[in-house]
Structures are given as C-alpha cells and as structure tokens.
C-alpha cells in the first residue's frame, strides 16, 4: 500500500488593536485531556479510552498518558475493521456556550491512519447550535496517515450560540481497515478577552508563599498540588443594562470554588499571601457563588452585576478562592486564581 503524504501549516492572524485598546487575553471555556476519563462524553463504535503503553502503533502522546482511540489492538497490529456503513460518534455531553463578542475557536490533537482513499474511512468534526437538532460539519481530515498535528477550528459564526461538539468516523466499507484508524487528544474550546487581568504568581505581585510559582505565560495564581495555576478571565459586557457578563476559571482542583468581588486593591495590587497563593482583592467583598469545578474548570454568570450588588458604573475586582486539601504548601487547604478588573458602564 503506497502511503500518502502531505503537509500541514496554519497561519495564525493576529487580532489587530487600536493603540489604546487593551491586549487581549485567552480564555478556556472547556479543556478535556482525558487524564480523568471519558465521563464528559458519549462514545459509539470502537471509541475507547486508550493508554499510552497499549497502542498498538508505538508513539507518545501529546500530555498525559491518555486520549480516545477509534480503533483496536488485533493479534497483527491495529485495526478499524466493523460498524460498516455507520457514522460512529465521540460526543461531548457538556453544551458550551460561546460569548456574543470576541474570536472563539476549538482546537485538538490528531493522530491517523487510514486507507488510501479519503472517499473512505472519513474522520470529520461537527458542531450543533441548536441542542442537537442539527448538526454543521466544521473540519474533515484530508490525509491518511499524520503524526500528532494540532487543528484549530474558528467557531465565530456560532458566536453567542450554546454549542455541542462531536467527532465522527465513518468506516464505510470492509476492504483495507487494518491500519491505527484516529487517536484524539487535549480538546479545547477558547475565546479571547479584553478585560485586564493581573495578580499572578510569577513574582511579578507578591511572591507565592512556598517557591511555588507560576510562569509569566500563564498570567495565572500560584501553582497548586496538581502542579497547575488557577487562572480567572472573563467575557461577556459589563453594562448595567445589559450585563451578560461571565467569570470563567480553569488550571484549579476539582473542588468547591468561591468566585467573588471587591471594590478596592489589596498591597496597591500586589496583594499578599493567602493560603496556598495570594489575595489581591480588598473589600468589601461580596460573595458571588459557589460552585464545583469539573477537571478543574467552572463558570459563573447570569447577572455579575446582580449577584455583586453593582448599581453604579465603576470598577470591580474579581478572584476565585478554591479548596487544596493536599499537604503541599501552608497549613491551608485552599489557593486562588489571579484577579480580573472590571469596569462597569451604564
């Protein structure tokens, strides 16, 4: 069997900005690495969770030691052979909601191999905004056989829209099937933000108590027992008449998380230590919610503005305080995400 090559390259335009615009941000609306298992999704056919160590095409994979395979170990090597004729989905059960304003996009790994002929064996993506009535195809595969490449997909004509995510393989006929078939990994679906975020555990604020801090890059709080960094954005407007608002966090532990809001800076914005990471929000407080973060992400919305008691046009801080009960740093059992800065219109 000749085996078809190709490449892949992607140009990444920049969003360009007025001088006095604010930089814009990333935020991760959902991340799936599947270290944690496949309770997020519905899996059809022969997708499966798989091991690093048991692919039967050696090779590691791009974090952790897991992601989902459509495909088997049979006694002479991979195979996709079965399901004929059937569109064989990986759905995410989890619906996103994409904010009205900013650049969405959903981005994975894959990894393929297939037969020669892309007429068959066809390996798509498909989104729904509308609950699963209908479905758009967003993204198909054009090679056969690819190692580890990252796609990203614009999701902006759905902007506004609470989506549903699926990835589907279609066999098609019984002839040449015994090859790795399609290894997905690191789901993420992101959109980008304005709003102006700082506090972080880089050293650039007050330092993180116990050296565990995080890299510039992450613009995040200090690292937790997981190793990551709780990081706080947000999208949405911020008008009193029309607040759609919402306060996403990501990199924390999979616990309770208490989003919550301050008029005033602590340390003139450095902050100081609090628990296992720092405080840069002053008082006083209002207690937005409290939630429980699932793989260690969460989101609060429906009337910021509201559940802050903001009825006039200023600025307002935002952290997220989470629980750490592991031994790791202080006698605390908890951390914090950076801080966000909100300026309220009317």
Not at 70 to 85: A, H, I, L, P
Not at 220 to 246: E, H, M, Q
Not at 297 to 315: E, H, M, W
Request: with cysteine.
């Amino acid at each position: 069997m000749r085996r078809s090559t190709g490449l892949v390259s992607f140009v990444l335009v920049p969003i360009l900005l007025a001088a006095s615009a604010p930089a814009q941000t990333q935020v991760e609306l959902f991340r799936e690495d599947f270290e944690s298992g496949t309770a997020r999704w519905s899996l059809e056919g022969l997708w499966h969770l798989d091991v690093e160590s048991s692919t039967c095409q050696a090779g590691s994979f791009p974090s952790g030691t897991h992601a989902l395979w459509y495909g088997q170990q049979m006694g002479w090597g991979c195979s996709y052979d079965g399901f004929y004729w059937l569109f064989l989905h990986m759905s995410l059960t989890t619906p996103i909601p994409l904010p009205a304003s900013g650049t969405s996009t959903l981005s994975f790994e894959s990894r393929s191999g297939i037969s020669d002929d892309l007429a068959w064996d066809v390996r798509t993506v498909e989104i729904s905004p509308n609950g699963g009535t209908s479905w758009v195809e967003v993204f198909r595969d054009q090679l056969n056989y690819e190692s580890w490449t990252r796609y990203s997909i614009d999701l902006t004509p759905y902007a506004g829209a609470t989506i549903q995510v699926r990835f589907v393989f279609w066999v098609g006929d019984g002839i040449g099937n015994d090859d790795l078939g399609w290894l997905v990994d690191d789901v993420v679906v992101a959109s980008t933000s304005s709003y102006p975020v700082a506090c972080f555990g880089d050293g650039s604020a007050t330092a993180c108590p116990c050296g565990n801090s995080s890299s510039s890059s992450e613009q995040a709080g200090c690292r937790n027992s997981l190793g990551t960094a709780g990081a706080l954005r947000a999208t949405g407007v911020a008008s009193l008449a029309n607040d759609s608002l919402t306060l996403w966090g990501s990199g924390m532990t999979s616990t309770t998380v208490l989003y919550f809001q301050g008029s005033a800076l602590v340390n003139g914005g450095s902050g100081s230590v609090y628990g296992d990471g720092l405080n840069c929000t002053g008082g006083p407080l209002r207690r937005l919610g409290l939630t429980t973060n699932v793989c260690g992400d969460s989101s609060l919305g429906n009337s910021i503005s509201v559940r802050g008691q903001v009825t006039a046009p200023g600025t307002r801080w935002y952290q997220a305080r989470y629980r750490n009960t592991a031994n790791f740093c202080t006698p605390a059992t908890f951390n914090a995400t950076n801080q966000v800065q909100v300026d309220w219109t009317p």
